[in-house]
Every structure is written in structure tokens, then in C-alpha cells.
């Protein structure tokens, strides 16, 4: 008898990258007006926040939870309470074997490797809450929008599918107005801790599910300005500014009528010129003399796109505009056309207490200690931060190299023990498009950003024509930023070549070698235990090679679970606390800060070696000194 064909499961089908997804856009909030957009998120009568208490149920396997995944029935299930944004392992340490436990681990899955398939105890997570449509959102479309979901999703509305989506540090959007009815709704989503996307996510981590980013409600217009586009440029002299301010639509949207009013505001709060064009068509703003963003100073010019019809304000979007310029011709890293070194380190989503769930407030309390201490840019490890973590930076004044959603560290071992090097999911065929989507979501959520100066396509997962689609792809779409990946060594579609530990000695070899791209350490200088002794050693070489861009130090925080110790003392776990297995042990503590943010010694020897002004001595004689000063800012003065 002929085989039998049997449907893949929609989580262990690499090819399905989503059901009933909206197109990917930059990341905003729309406003009802101007007046409101001045307000910020919280003023937007068209945005209704979804955080807070949610109803959740545990389940070991998808198929577990009554009447399948078709069609749930959420009023047969036993709900206990959970706060979203969070991790249910995290939240299930409260009660202890409520839930399955954290697990750490650095390259192996924590699955068995059978690509793209995942185990049928696959746990399992259904969240579910009423909420009131605003009166505001009647008549308008509504959009429901998650920031992060570990690691696929389906959606329901008043107990209807809505769509299904994977990528667990990628935003997920959808259309749920068939669904919605006024007055009291209930939304449903039921996460699937693993999925054929796991295969993607092995960043060195604790492992960790559920609704961890923010998810939300938008109204829309039935006509929305769906996406802004913003393309600063600066004049070849670095003097004078361009701005082309691009309003997009959905697919197939009628635009008669329609008009978008795009109003630029100076870093002061002064609007300074106003267009208003046909739906469609760009807004282009000539800027004399623009005040530049960089890291010292960072200028943001404010963008406010108005959408109308007739009269009638439909919609406002607010962007920021950094002017700044990205070179690495002659394989020197420039900005502005200053030759610049990356004084950086890397960061992951950790926090003691919310696990990979960090607030607003702790982001920009470890941006602040970040700068106090010298550190002026950071690499996105190994997957796009939050998208207000990057509004902060563009604030703050940091270089951020954008890593996107991709590490398959553990496929590894495949060509190491058993030469399967055709299994890796860089090479496979059904993993491109899955590699694609996830670039085109980082580049689409982030491409406004001015702190953005790099795309880096993922971590250690080894290298292949997927890795070179990628590359393509963003080459196509942003001519304005490089492209890195430490994996793909000296390929040629790679803009800048990089290592990770490498000694401090062998820099001047590597520069040589690779003469012609700036090179850069993505990794550098492990801080775990007595460590960065040695970081002053490096950053003289990186000063003295015209063709290195300096490097990231790993990492900024150790990745540590609070928990009430035996004794009652309070304390951290790390791998294997909690019976995890396959676990790695204490390699998670390998920070510049403890969990809850205590300075290690590490960090004090980095403000020393990454400090902006160095002190030379020239003379002493008869009680008198005598210093040279010498500035290692790049484009603003000491004071």
C-alpha cells in the first residue's frame, strides 16, 4: 500500500510561518489626534492594554487542553490566575510543581535533536481574559498585538481563531474585528512552549514560555496609515540633512481621498516645516545644518504623520528621526565620518524576579548604570530587545548592534560526532523562509531607530544559504547600516568580519587578514568570576588598529532566579537548582552585574578601561604636575 500522507502539526512545520498574521511595520501607537499624541502611549484613546491579571490553565501536551486546538472549550477548563507580561515557569515557583521548571541550558536543546520535530509532552499554557471594547474602538478596526510570545501562539476572540504565529522575541499582529461584538469579549491565546521554531531559539538562556512582552489592543481606521518609513541622510559633508518621510498602507488599500500631513519637530520641541501630500506620496524635508545624532549627542528629530480624509483626522503616527551616517569603506567603522570604536557589552531579557520579562523602569535603570560606567553600546543578544528598550537608547545615547531571533547552537554536535552537517538549519530548505521572516520582523519593527547601527543575523548557528538570504534581503531594503554575523567568518555577502575571544595578541593578525572590513569582537572578555582583568590590554589594541571597531564584552547581568533559600535566607538558582535537565550548571553567572544589578568587580575594571578621557603624566618637579589630557570622545567636547 502507498504511504499514507499525514498533515505536519502547524508548530512542527518550519514552512508555516504564521495563519492570519498582519504585515510587519515600524513599532508605534496611533493616536485620535495630534493633541492626544502629545501625551504618549497612555493618552491614546485608540490603544487599550491587555497586561495585568489573565485566567491560565497548565497542560503537558497541546492535546490535553478540552476540545483541541481547532476549537477550545474554555468554559470546561479549571483557571487559575496569572500576570501577564511574565514566564509560567517563573510565576509556578510561587507554588512549587504547579508547572514544568526553568530550565538552563547554554548549547544543548532541551529536547531531544529531531528537526523540526518537537515532543508530544509539549507544555502547554492557556490564557484567558474578558475585556470591554472602549467605546472609541466602535466602528474601527480592531487590532490585537503581542510584543513576545515563547514560543507559538494561537489567538481566540469570543472563542473564534483567530491566527496562529511563532517566534518568541518577535512581535505577532492581528486583525480580530470579525470577531469582536460591543460591549464584553473574551480573548484566548494558548502557547506552545515548543515548536519547530525552538530549533531557532537556543540562545544560552534560561528557557522560559508564555506572554512575557506586552500585548495590547489597537483601533484602526478601515483605512490605516499601516507603516512610517523614515530615511535620514546627511549630505556627503556630514553638514546638511535629508529627510524622506515615507506613510505605507496595507496591500490593496483604496487611497482616494486620503491625505497625510507630516509635520518635523527640531530636538528642541520646535516644529520647524509641515507637508501635506496625497496618500502615497513621500514627504521630503531639506535640512541645513542638521543637528546630528551620535552616542554623545543624541539629536532626535520628531516626525508626526497625520492621516486625513477631507477634514477628518483619521489617524496620527509619531516617529523619531536620527541624523547619522554609517561607513565602513577602506575597512575603517565610521559614523558621522569619524572613526569610532564600540565600547559595548552584551544583553540579554533577565531579571530576577519577571525572568525574561524586564519593565520600562529596569531597562532604563540599566541603561543609566550602563553609561555611568563608561559602556556606550550594546549587542542585542541573540534576539531584538523589547521595542521601547530601543526607544530609550535612541534617547540615552547608544550604538545598538540589532541581532536577529535566530541561534540552532545545539545542531552543532550534527557534524562534530555524526558529519550530518546537511541537517544544520542553515542549509535546509524548509528553515529559509523561517530564517527570512524572522529578519524581515526585525528589520521592519527597528528600522526607524537611530541607535541601530548594525544588523547582525543571529548567533552561533553555523553558516549556509540561509544566512545569505538573509544578508540579501537587508542589503535590499537598508543601504544605510552594515551587516554582521560572527559565524560567517570572511563571507563575502558579511559587511564586517568578526570573532568571538580571540586574545588581545593575535588582533593585529586578524586585522591584516580581513584588511579591507572593519573587524569586531561580538563576544569579548567573558565576565564570569575573577575576570576583565585584562580588558585595558584590549582596548589599547583596539585603539591602536585603525581597522578594529573595538567588541562587546559578554555579559552585563548573570541570568539568576530569586527564590527563597531553605535557611529563609534570600538567594539565586542557577542550572540545576531546580532538577533541570540537561542543565549548565553556573554558566549563566557570567555578568558585569548580579541578577538584582550589584556591581561585580569586572564593572569597575571596565569604566576604567572604557573611560572617555585618559590623563598623562608629563612632568612633576618643585610640588608642581604637569598632565596631558586627551579625549577619547568622538564628537563632543569634556565638559
Known amino acids: 500500500m502507498p504511504k499514507q500522507y499525514v498533515q505536519p502539526k502547524d508548530w512542527e512545520n518550519p514552512e508555516l510561518l504564521a495563519i492570519n498574521r498582519l504585515p510587519q511595520r515600524a513599532y508605534y501607537i496611533p493616536f485620535a489626534s495630534e493633541e492626544e499624541a502629545k501625551g504618549g502611549?497612555?493618552?491614546?484613546?485608540?490603544?487599550?492594554?491587555?497586561?495585568?491579571?489573565?485566567?491560565?490553565?497548565?497542560?503537558?501536551?497541546?492535546?490535553?487542553?478540552?476540545?483541541?486546538?481547532?476549537?477550545?472549550?474554555?468554559?470546561?477548563?479549571?483557571?487559575?490566575?496569572?500576570?501577564?507580561?511574565?514566564?509560567?515557569?517563573?510565576?509556578?515557583?510561587?507554588?512549587?510543581?504547579?508547572?514544568?521548571?526553568?530550565?538552563?541550558?547554554?548549547?544543548?536543546?532541551?529536547?531531544?535533536?529531531?528537526?523540526?520535530?518537537?515532543?508530544?509532552?509539549?507544555?502547554?499554557?492557556?490564557?484567558?481574559?474578558?475585556?470591554?471594547?472602549?467605546?472609541?474602538?466602535?466602528?474601527?478596526?480592531?487590532?490585537?498585538?503581542?510584543?513576545?510570545?515563547?514560543?507559538?501562539?494561537?489567538?481566540?476572540?469570543?472563542?473564534?481563531?483567530?491566527?496562529?504565529?511563532?517566534?518568541?522575541?518577535?512581535?505577532?499582529?492581528?486583525?480580530?474585528?470579525?470577531?469582536?461584538?460591543?460591549?464584553?469579549?473574551?480573548?484566548?491565546?494558548?502557547?506552545?512552549?515548543?515548536?519547530?521554531?525552538?530549533?531557532?531559539?537556543?540562545?544560552?538562556?534560561?528557557?522560559?514560555?508564555?506572554?512575557?512582552?506586552?500585548?495590547?489592543?489597537?483601533?484602526?481606521?478601515?483605512?490605516?496609515?499601516?507603516?512610517?518609513?523614515?530615511?535620514?541622510?546627511?549630505?556627503?559633508?556630514?553638514?546638511?540633512?535629508?529627510l524622506t518621510v515615507s506613510a505605507n498602507f496595507l496591500p490593496n488599500t483604496d487611497l482616494a481621498g486620503l491625505t497625510v500631513t507630516t509635520r518635523l519637530y527640531c530636538p528642541c520641541g520646535k516644529e520647524i516645516a509641515s507637508q501635506t501630500n496625497p496618500a502615497g506620496t513621500p514627504a521630503v524635508f531639506e535640512l541645513p545644518d542638521v543637528q546630528k545624532w551620535n552616542n554623545e549627542q543624541p539629536n532626535l528629530y520628531k516626525v508626526v504623520c497625520v492621516l486625513q480624509e477631507g477634514d477628518t483626522v483619521r489617524e496620527v503616527v509619531v516617529q523619531r528621526a536620527g541624523f547619522r551616517k554609517i561607513e565602513t569603506t577602506g575597512g575603517i567603522f565610521k559614523v558621522n565620518g569619524v572613526a569610532v570604536k564600540i565600547r559595548g557589552v552584551n544583553r540579554h531579557d533577565t531579571h530576577p524576579d519577571g525572568g525574561h520579562h524586564v519593565s520600562l523602569e529596569d531597562m532604563r535603570k540599566d541603561l543609566i548604570v550602563m553609561r555611568q560606567h563608561n559602556i556606550t553600546a550594546i549587542r542585542t543578544s541573540h534576539y531584538i530587545n523589547d521595542p521601547r528598550f530601543l526607544d530609550l537608547t535612541d534617547e540615552l545615547g547608544f550604538f545598538v548592534i540589532d541581532e536577529c531571533d535566530i541561534e540552532s547552537h545545539g545542531v552543532g554536535p550534527l557534524k562534530r560526532y555524526w558529519n550530518q552537517e546537511e541537517k544544520f538549519t542553515s542549509i535546509r530548505p524548509d528553515y529559509r523562509l523561517a530564517y527570512l521572516d524572522r529578519a524581515v520582523r526585525m528589520y521592519e519593527r527597528d528600522k526607524n531607530h537611530a541607535s541601530v547601527i548594525m544588523w547582525s543575523l543571529g548567533n552561533e548557528s553555523q553558516f549556509g544559504p540561509n544566512h545569505v538570504a538573509m544578508a540579501d534581503y537587508l542589503h535590499t531594503v537598508d543601504d544605510t547600516r552594515p551587516v554582521h554575523y560572527e559565524g560567517g567568518y570572511d563571507a563575502l555577502c558579511l559587511d564586517v568580519v568578526s570573532r568571538m575571544y580571540p586574545k588581545y595578541q593575535d588582533l593585529p593578525k586578524y586585522c591584516k587578514e580581513n584588511e579591507g572590513r572593519p573587524f569586531f569582537l561580538c563576544e569579548y572578555s567573558h565576565a564570569m568570576g575573577n575576570s576583565n582583568g585584562d580588558i585595558h590590554a584590549y582596548m589599547e589594541?583596539?585603539?591602536?588598529?585603525?581597522?578594529?571597531?573595538?567588541?562587546?564584552?559578554?555579559?552585563?547581568?548573570?541570568?539568576?532566579?530569586?527564590?527563597t533559600l531553605p535557611d529563609g535566607r534570600e538567594g539565586f538558582y542557577y542550572g540545576g537548582d531546580f532538577g533541570d535537565q540537561p542543565n549548565d550548571g553556573n554558566f549563566c553567572v557570567d555578568g558585569l552585574v548580579s541578577p538584582d544589578r550589584e556591581a561585580r568587580s569586572g564593572l569597575r575594571e571596565v569604566k576604567k578601561a572604557y573611560e572617555p578621557v585618559k590623563a598623562q603624566l608629563v612632568k612633576q618637579e618643585d610640588g608642581k604636575i604637569t598632565l596631558r589630557i586627551k579625549s577619547l570622545r568622538y564628537f563632543a567636547d569634556l565638559s
Request: one cysteine or more.
Open 41 to 242: 502611549r497612555g493618552a491614546s484613546s485608540l490603544f487599550k492594554n491587555l497586561n495585568g491579571k489573565w485566567q491560565f490553565a497548565y497542560f503537558k501536551r497541546p492535546e490535553h487542553v478540552p476540545g483541541g486546538l481547532d476549537a477550545p472549550a474554555f468554559g470546561e477548563i479549571a483557571f487559575e490566575t496569572i500576570d501577564v507580561p511574565s514566564n509560567w515557569q517563573v510565576e509556578g515557583l510561587k507554588t512549587p510543581g504547579k508547572y514544568d521548571v526553568p530550565v538552563y541550558t547554554n548549547v544543548a536543546y532541551p529536547i531531544p535533536l529531531d528537526i523540526p520535530h518537537v515532543p508530544d509532552d509539549n507544555p502547554t499554557g492557556v490564557y484567558f481574559r474578558e475585556f470591554t471594547l472602549p467605546p472609541a474602538f466602535e466602528g474601527k478596526q480592531v487590532h490585537v498585538r503581542f510584543e513576545g510570545v515563547d514560543s507559538a501562539f494561537y489567538v481566540y476572540v469570543n472563542g473564534k481563531k483567530v491566527g496562529y504565529s511563532k517566534g518568541a522575541h518577535l512581535p505577532s499582529e492581528f486583525d480580530a474585528t470579525p470577531y469582536l461584538a460591543p460591549g464584553v469579549n473574551t480573548i484566548a491565546v494558548i502557547v506552545l512552549k515548543y515548536s519547530d521554531g525552538t530549533y531557532l531559539e537556543d540562545q544560552d538562556m534560561w528557557r522560559l514560555s508564555g506572554l512575557w512582552r506586552d500585548c495590547y489592543l489597537l483601533a484602526r481606521s478601515d483605512r490605516p496609515l499601516w507603516d512610517v518609513k523614515l530615511d535620514p541622510r546627511l549630505s556627503d559633508d556630514y553638514k546638511d540633512g535629508k
Open 541 to 563: 589594541m583596539f585603539y591602536k588598529l585603525p581597522g578594529s571597531m573595538g567588541g562587546c564584552i559578554w555579559e552585563w547581568a548573570d541570568h539568576g532566579i530569586r527564590v
